[in-house]
């Protein structure tokens, strides 16, 4: 066989692994390993290729962002910094037609800018936006919907787990993908308060009594000061610190982590048991994020051995399907693909396989980037697997609401997330226009 059929037939066995249920950086690991192996025709070599892959894609500077992010998200999640951002969000809403649904969009939005992981958000904000919605007489269904829809929020509002992720694989800067972030994020989050408007205008039934004025009682601004200020100092601290050239994202995810823990202690919510936990979970994910970075290392230097990205470029420029093309079919496969894996593996699994066609068709990486993780996130919100969604329904107090209600209820959220896609493809200078690019 040649390189290019070796390179094709490990992506068709590639797939068929994982949908068998082998976890992803296995099946890449391996897939590697016997592909350099058959290419070069010696296992020595392949072992010392995929030995050099491992320590080159996380013996970096850069690579120290991951553990600091997911530090600091913990952190965060514990010292009820959730709660006060609904409460802010809830007063400057209350006055609105299905202002808590806006109130929780606005908070999951702010939460995002802290933490970076939308199942954090998803797991957060049942607990403190559902049984609110609930009590002043919205519909469960669409409580639950309008917490799984802007839950993923959290991987594209800077700083994200998942723009690191494609920063490493696709050798871009962290920074400039956490910028390319900000405005897709708020046109997202400006799209679901602009579809809660229309659905209490015009289908009210599916957002239930609370899609009329809320009689909340006003608290003093003081009061909401208070609770907004620690919020806002610590996402100046870390994105404007990056922004503002002060420090780099790794120093910022230092300086987040430790910001972060200032305010547990100060608010009396870390313990020492908690401090332990938080530090355990951050290095469980540390070590997964690890193990995908690695496997997506070998496996896209394996392809580029084997000439298979070369080709597909070829074969994708000689076919005339041109670059927008390419990208509408490679989203109705990333669409497909979340409904049966999960983000980090469908960006493992696409990114090392498209993204040298886009550049060769003169498609920004960093724009490609960002349309990638939207319509990646989608999944989260899609059955079967729809993470976000059995998250919701793990963290429920209220067993009335099925899992079938929380996707019912998380449906029209993926479809504004598809029209956004679209915007963004349409309109590349919304994810471009910070960074300076056309």
Not at 113 to 130: N, Y
Request: aromatic residues 8%; contains cysteine; charged residues 10%.
């Amino acid at each position: 066989m040649s390189g290019v059929e070796i390179g094709l037939v490990s992506v068709l066995i590639m797939l068929v692994l994982v949908y068998a249920g082998m976890h992803v950086a296995v099946a890449l690991t391996l897939l590697s390993y016997i592909g350099v192996w058959l290419i070069r025709d010696n296992p020595v070599v392949a072992g010392k290729l995929l030995g050099k892959a491992a320590f080159d894609s996380i013996a970096s500077y850069p690579f120290g962002v991951v553990p600091l992010f997911v530090l600091m998200g913990y952190l965060v999640s514990i010292s009820d910094i959730g709660r006060d951002a609904f409460e802010v969000a809830n007063r400057l809403f209350r006055r609105v037609r299905g202002g808590l649904g806006m109130a929780t969009v606005g908070a999951n939005a702010v939460f995002a800018a802290i933490t970076g992981i939308s199942i954090a958000s998803a797991a957060v904000f049942t607990k403190v936006a559902v049984p609110e919605m609930t009590r002043y007489g919205y519909n469960p269904r669409f409580a639950v919907g309008v917490v799984a829809g802007s839950s993923v929020l959290g991987m594209l509002i800077p700083p994200s787990l998942l723009l690191i992720l494609y920063a490493i694989i696709a050798e871009q800067s962290v920074g400039d993908m956490f910028t390319a972030g900000i405005l897709p994020g708020i046109v997202l989050a400006a799209a679901y308060c602009l579809a809660i408007a229309a659905m209490a205008r015009w289908w009210p039934s599916f957002l239930g009594q609370g899609a009329r004025l809320a009689e909340i009682a006003p608290e003093p601004w003081t009061a909401t000061l208070a609770k907004g200020l620690p919020i806002a100092a610590l996402i100046v601290l870390v994105l404007g610190g990056i922004y503002g050239g002060v420090f780099t994202p790794t120093e910022a995810g230092a300086v987040g982590a430790l910001g972060a823990l200032i305010l547990g202690l100060a608010r009396r919510r870390l313990t020492r048991g908690r401090f332990w936990q938080v530090l355990i979970e951050t290095g469980h994910v540390t070590a997964a994020i690890s193990f995908l970075i690695i496997a997506a290392t070998m496996y896209s230097r394996m392809l580029a051995l084997s000439g298979l990205s070369d080709f597909l470029g070829q074969w994708i420029a000689a076919s005339g399907l041109g670059l927008y093309g390419l990208l509408a079919a490679y989203i109705v496969v990333a669409l497909l693909l979340g409904c049966i894996l999960d983000s980090s593996s469908i960006m493992l699994i696409t990114v090392p396989l498209v993204l040298p066609a886009i550049k060769a068709l003169g498609g920004d990486p960093v724009w490609f980037g960002i349309v990638t993780t939207v319509a990646i996130e989608v999944g989260l919100l899609t059955p079967p697997f729809g993470i976000s969604v059995f998250v919701i329904k793990a963290t429920l107090d209220d067993k009335s609401v099925t899992l079938n209600d929380v996707f019912l209820g998380a449906l029209p959220f993926a479809a504004i997330m598809v029209a956004v896609i679209a915007l963004l493809v349409a309109v590349p200078g919304i994810s471009l226009a910070l960074l300076g690019r056309p």
